[in-house]
């Protein structure tokens, strides 16, 4: 991992993550409520799915967040065979940085950077080796890693980094989560409603009624 790489841990500390409510910088399962409407999806989204799946799941999720790689790593694999192959849900992936939001926030500049198709390897790497990184408290062969998995090399992924408009992106998708209520990752919203918490029976309990009625 280059120098650069490591300098852009602070390029990358996006205006207003390090200001954020304490609230948002730690996991937790926040209630269902009311709030400022989820902004709709568009085409700079990352989406897993059929477009015109009946039923859009958003999830605001941090790459330093533990709650999130477990989600990612137990409970992703049933929710995709369930719903995602089967043609019934797109999966929306949006960034949450939680601390330390520095890290967080690089992560998700990696993602952003890679191959158009390679998002959600690179995702998914960076779930997967989550825990060992923070236990060896070392994140440059986390990232590494991710780059290994973008489709794209070190310095076309440097190149990317730089770009202001990954920052902008990230900051206008945190601002977006924080008027939409959200509080703490992982988050869902299906079909814009609210899921009181991330798991596969709290999902399923809203989606297969929307799935029925069609």
């Given at each position: ?28 399962r926040?209630?269902?409520s ?37 989600w ?39 993602a952003r ?13 960076l779930m ?13 062969v986390w990232f590494?890693?991710?780059i ?16 202001p ?34 798991s596969?029976?709290?999902?399923s ?10």
């Amino acid at each position: 991992m280059t120098r650069r790489i490591l300098s852009l841990l602070s390029a990358l500390a996006v205006v207003g993550l390090s200001a954020a409510p304490a609230a948002a910088l730690d996991p937790v399962r926040t209630a269902a409520s009311t709030t400022t409407a989820v902004p709709a999806v568009t085409a700079a989204d990352r989406i897993m799915g059929r477009a015109d799946a009946p039923v859009t799941v958003i999830e605001y999720a941090s790459f330093t967040c533990s709650h999130c790689a477990h989600w990612t790593n137990d409970v992703l694999p049933q929710f995709k065979a369930r719903y995602i192959d089967t043609g019934k849900v797109r999966l929306v992936f949006r960034d949450m940085p939680t601390a330390p939001a520095q890290v967080a926030a690089t992560a998700a500049g990696i993602a952003r950077c890679a191959a158009p198709d390679k998002f959600f390897d690179v995702a998914h790497a960076l779930m997967r080796g989550q825990a060992d990184a923070f236990e060896k408290g070392d994140a440059r062969v986390w990232f590494t890693d991710a780059i290994a998995a973008s489709g794209r090399n070190q310095a076309q992924i440097e190149t990317c980094l730089a770009d202001p408009a990954v920052s902008q992106a990230l900051q206008a998708e945190v601002e977006g989560a924080v008027a939409a209520g959200v509080t703490g990752t992982p988050s869902f919203f299906v079909n814009g409603k609210r899921m009181a918490d991330p798991s596969l029976e709290t999902l399923s309990a809203a989606i297969d009624p929307l799935i029925r009625a069609r």
